[in-house]
Nanobody, 117 residues
Framework: QVQLVESGGGLVQAGGSLRLSCAAS????????MGWYRQAPGKQRELVAA???????NYAYSVKGRFTISRDNAKNTVYLQMNSLKPEDTAGYYC???????????WGQGTQVTVSS
């Protein structure tokens, strides 16, 4: 059983910053991918950023240069530093944990990020 708990969402003005955290617990294989996705009302869930256990990263074009994903493998925690936030970044942000080569993936409950103009 794997659990993901997110924190750090909130309300911020455009141009501001927020830092999201996602802590994983349970049976976690050492080789994994942790990522952040977001879903705005009426839109599909989309990848924001992902990072492998080896440190390789991938970003959505819309957040490159503004968001930074990082992780602490000892704590099984992934972070998303969001700078220069825009109103269009407003969404529910969800943490995901994948184990490559398996069909197992896990989602957190989500945390809301609202950016006011």
């Amino acid at each position: 059983q794997v659990q993901l708990v997110e924190s750090g969402g909130g309300l911020v003005q455009a141009g501001g910053s927020l830092r999201l955290s996602c802590a994983a617990s349970g049976s976690i294989f050492s080789i994994n991918v942790m990522g952040w996705y977001r879903q705005a009302p009426g839109k599909q869930r989309e990848l924001v950023a992902a990072i492998t256990s080896g440190g390789s990263t991938n970003y959505a074009y819309s957040v490159k240069g503004r968001f930074t994903i990082s992780r602490d493998n000892a704590k099984n925690t992934v972070y998303l530093q969001m700078n220069s936030l825009k109103p269009e970044d407003t969404a529910g942000y969800y943490c995901k944990l994948d184990f490559p080569g398996t069909k197992n993936d896990y989602w957190g409950q989500g945390t809301q990020v609202t950016v006011s103009s």
